[in-house]
C-alpha cells in the first residue's frame, strides 16, 4: 500500500467530449491528459497564455506556481487552467463547446 499524498490517483472526465483519464496528484491536468493519449488546448504549459482555460465543474485543484493567469472574477466562476493545475480530488471539467 503507497500512502504518498503525491501518488494518489484521481479520475478526470472531460466535457462534453466525455473522456476519462486518470491524474495522479504530483502531476498536471494538462499531462496527464496526454499520457491518455488526449489533446487538451493548450499552448504555453506555463499558465501564462490561458489556451487550456476550461471550467471544473466539480472537485478541487491545486496549483504548482503561485498566481496562474486567471482573474479572482474567473476563479470564482469555476474557471481553471488546466496545465499548472494538479488534482486534489476527482474532477469534472468542462471544456468550451467550440472544441471538437
Ligand atoms: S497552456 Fe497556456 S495557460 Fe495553460
Known amino acids: 500500500m503507497n ?3 503525491s501518488e494518489r490517483r484521481f479520475s478526470v472526465q472531460v466535457h462534453p467530449a466525455g473522456w476519462r483519464y486518470p491524474a495522479s496528484a504530483s502531476q498536471s491536468l494538462l499531462s496527464a491528459a ?3 493519449a488526449i489533446r487538451l488546448p493548450s499552448s504555453c504549459r506555463n499558465g501564462t497564455c490561458r489556451a487550456c482555460m ?13 498566481w496562474p493567469g486567471l482573474s479572482a ?9 488546466p496545465c499548472v493545475a494538479q488534482p486534489l480530488s ?4 468542462q471544456l468550451p463547446v467550440s472544441e471538437s
Open 73 to 81: 472574477e474567473e476563479k470564482a466562476e469555476g474557471f481553471i487552467l
Open 90 to 93: 476527482d474532477l469534472v471539467l
Open 34 to 36: 496526454l499520457q491518455a
Open 54 to 66: 476550461c471550467r471544473l465543474v466539480s472537485g478541487n485543484v491545486a496549483y504548482r506556481i503561485e
Open 3 to 5: 500512502n504518498d499524498a
